[in-house]
């Protein structure tokens, strides 16, 4: 791994000549991601984020933190016990920058010190399953951190729009496979990562997922396309 989005990150906050990431799927062209976007506030924050982020108490446990913006606010706000969670070493060293008192650079696969209250997967939270045929062994892994009386908070989108509909109102999905599984690929300043598996789950996909690994599963919100589901323990 390139690192780049974690380079997008250590460039903006040291303002090293930051550009813009891009971005694209396997179903959709380049498209623009501001690396200040990753650094937004609270109030820039989106429905679903603000909600995730008023629910969340006890420790907890931010996968996916990027930059950090969530976890901060948690920490400095909320005055939780947070722990930021990335595979990029970058993205993490900037969270440390900061002020994030907890910040760790590894996959949630292998991250076993602790368990937690709240768990966090936000910005698309369920991409980070990749794929239908490895759901299971991720949400065994949350189940593990999580403390008894605990929560997962997770958002995600249902991309079934970005698909052609003929005139009966049916889509036109691919025949193999769940249409959700895309390939995600990261461009910033000349380089490319490898595209890697990333995962838009529909609500109901979810839901079945979750309760056939020892999770109950709500709605808390939705929003357009997306929503934000919260899970706990059986």
């Not at 993490?92 to 590894?106: D, N, Q």
């Not at 003929?166 to 025949?175: C, H, N, R, S, T």
Request: a negative charge; one cysteine or more.
């Amino acid at each position: 791994m390139k690192d780049l989005m974690g380079k997008a990150i250590w460039d903006y906050y040291h303002n090293e000549n930051p550009e813009d990431l891009q971005t694209e799927t396997s179903i959709s062209e380049l498209d623009e991601l501001p690396v200040h976007y990753l650094f937004r506030d609270f109030e820039e924050m989106n429905t679903i984020e603000r909600k995730a982020l008023e629910l969340s108490k006890g420790k907890v446990l931010d996968v996916g933190a990027g930059a950090g913006s969530h976890s901060l606010y948690l920490q400095n706000e909320k005055e939780l016990d947070v722990t930021a969670l990335d595979i990029s070493p970058k993205s993490i060293e900037v969270c440390k920058l900061r002020g994030i008192e907890k910040a760790v650079s590894e996959n949630v696969l292998h991250f076993s010190e602790e368990t937690f209250d709240t768990i966090l997967l936000l910005m698309n939270g369920t991409g980070i399953f990749q794929s239908l045929l490895i759901i299971d062994i991720y949400l065994k892994k949350l189940h593990s951190l999580l403390n008894s009386g605990g929560q997962v908070l997770i958002d995600g989108t249902d991309i079934l729009y970005m698909f052609d509909q003929d005139e009966d109102g049916g889509f036109y999905i691919p025949a193999e496979g769940y249409y959700g599984e895309l390939d995600y690929i990261v461009h910033y300043k000349g380089e490319s990562e490898d595209p890697i598996k990333w995962l838009y789950l529909d609500f109901n996909t979810l839901k079945n997922a979750a309760e056939n690994n020892g999770f109950k599963i709500e709605m808390i919100l939705q929003e357009d396309d997306s929503y934000l589901a919260k899970l706990t323990k059986k």
